[in-house]
């Protein structure tokens, strides 16, 4: 099978992590070994594995670059590589292009889409052009709560029953919500029209 690159992008709590293990999962049933690379800055859960929310475990390579990973035999035995927090891979285009191109693997990354404010990672972008599959994931806005998709990241203040990650405060939330003010986010939903 020819390489490929599988692009899977969203905001936080889109379920990424677990689209990523599911993908791995499919792969060992069916005998095929797996690469598994995370990016060293991820400690959520530990080192040298990929966790997700519901407890499945993932034996992965912590790393800060991607660089020099194709020299290693670790990739060379293998014909699926996966890398989770993609956008923090300043090489992440070049090494999915060339090991899809040069060495036929199959990539499959999972990034954020944006930050918070709506910028695009650079990492990410550059990849785009060579993904042949982009899978746009989108969590539930946590203000709506009725099932409204939440394509975006939003910094807040907690605010109940909202998930929030890191030593900021994020939510997923929907369009209108992410261009609420944060003082009505963080207030009555009936008062999000307000000025
Ligand atoms: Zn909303």
């Known amino acids: 099978m020819p390489?490929?690159?599988r692009l899977i992008i969203g905001p936080m709590f889109s379920q990424k992590?677990?689209?990523l293990t599911g993908y791995i999962h499919r792969y060992r049933s069916i005998g095929r070994t797996v690469l598994v690379v995370n990016h060293a800055s991820d400690v959520r859960y530990g080192r040298d594995a990929l966790c997700t929310h519901d407890g499945t475990s993932v034996p992965c390579r912590m790393r800060r670059d991607?660089?020099?990973l194709r020299g290693e035999p670790e990739y060379t035995d293998v014909s699926t590589i996966f890398i989770e927090e993609?956008?923090?891979f300043d090489d992440l285009a070049a090494f999915c292009r060339d090991a899809?191109?040069?060495d036929g693997k199959e990539v499959i990354v999972a990034a954020l889409v944006a930050t918070f404010d709506r910028r695009m990672f650079p990492s990410v972008a550059e990849l785009i052009p060579y993904a042949d599959h982009i899978e746009h994931r989108t969590a539930l806005c946590c203000v709506c709560r009725d099932g409204t998709p939440a394509p975006f990241t939003k910094r807040?203040?907690?605010i109940e029953g909202c998930l929030v990650g890191g030593s900021e405060s994020y939510a997923a939330v929907c369009g209108p919500h992410h261009n609420a003010p944060h003082r009505a986010i963080n207030g009555a939903v009936g008062h999000l029209n307000d000025p």
């Open 3 to 5: 390489g490929n690159i």
């Open 17 to 19: 992590t677990t689209c």
């Open 66 to 68: 991607l660089r020099g």
């Open 86 to 88: 993609g956008q923090f």
């Open 100 to 102: 899809a191109g040069v």
């Open 156 to 158: 807040i203040a907690a």
